[in-house]
T-cell receptor
Framework: DGGITQSPKYLFRKEGQNVTLSCEQN?????MYWYRQDPGQGLRLIYY???????QKGDIAEGYSVSREKKESFPLTVTSAQKNPTAFYLC?????????FGPGTRLTVT | GESVGLHLPTLSVQEGDNSIINCAYS??????FIWYKQESGKGPQFIID???NMDKRQGQRVTVLLNKTVKHLSLQIAATQPGDSAVYFC????????????WGLGTSLAVNP
């Protein structure tokens, strides 16, 4: 069954801690993306990767880091430098134009 | 800057009526447009897409219209059902964006029984 998985669905952390969100796809897509969504808002691009071992900053990359060591995996680390980390995080992948989304991870930092 | 915007942030319709969600874009170089549906707490799901060499594309109960003259995109949903209640996003991309999608703000559709 092909698709994108994100884990966990809900994540709770204390302020000052780094946290890594998982994103795995078995669609054989080259490109992968991380978005942040705040309540009642649209999607904002954090980072994207068009090929293994390469990634670019999106519109709101500050306080986040990524790696792309494998085609299937694109983990996102939310660092303590991110001022407002509480949000819904969405991972997506694509081969051409259409992006396929995972179910999202809701991160709450207190 | 270039942006994709929506005319109506919220839309309320009666079950069985047709719904029209509008979207304006400003990048004339965009050549691909796409609509997504997002239910509460879930990731966006693909609805329908259209390329700039087309004016209209139909799917199951949905139609996307593209007017390049006025840079306008619309999503029409026929016989709207309660299950259509969600937030709908339009997005665009073009050669100059490395195929990144530029997202609109979203329209919330509420279907009244």
């Amino acid at each position: 069954d092909g698709g994108i998985t994100q884990s966990p669905k809900y994540l709770f952390r204390k302020e000052g801690q780094n946290v890594t969100l998982s994103c795995e796809q078995n669609l054989n897509h080259d490109a992968m993306y991380w978005y942040r969504q705040d309540p009642g808002q649209g999607l904002r691009l954090i980072y994207y990767s068009q090929i293994v071992n390469d990634f670019q900053k999106g519109d709101i990359a500050e306080g986040y880091s990524v790696s792309r060591e494998k085609k299937e995996s694109f983990p996102l680390t939310v660092t303590s430098a991110q001022k407002n980390p509480t949000a819904f995080y969405l991972c997506a992948s694509s081969t051409m134009d259409e992006q396929y989304f995972g179910p999202g991870t809701r991160l709450t930092v207190t | 800057g270039e942006s994709v915007g929506l005319h109506l942030p919220t839309l309320s319709v009666q079950e069985g009526d047709n719904s029209i969600i509008n979207c304006a874009y400003s990048n004339s170089a965009s050549d691909y447009f796409i609509w997504y549906k997002q239910e509460s707490g879930k990731g966006p799901q693909f609805i329908i897409d259209i390329r700039s060499n087309m004016d209209k594309r139909q799917g199951q109960r949905v139609t996307v219209l593209l007017n390049k003259t006025v840079k306008h995109l619309s999503l029409q949903i026929a016989a709207t059902q309660p299950g259509d209640s969600a937030v709908y996003f339009c997005a665009e991309s073009g050669a100059g964006n490395n195929r990144k999608l530029i997202w609109g703000l979203g329209t919330s559709l509420a279907v009244n029984p």
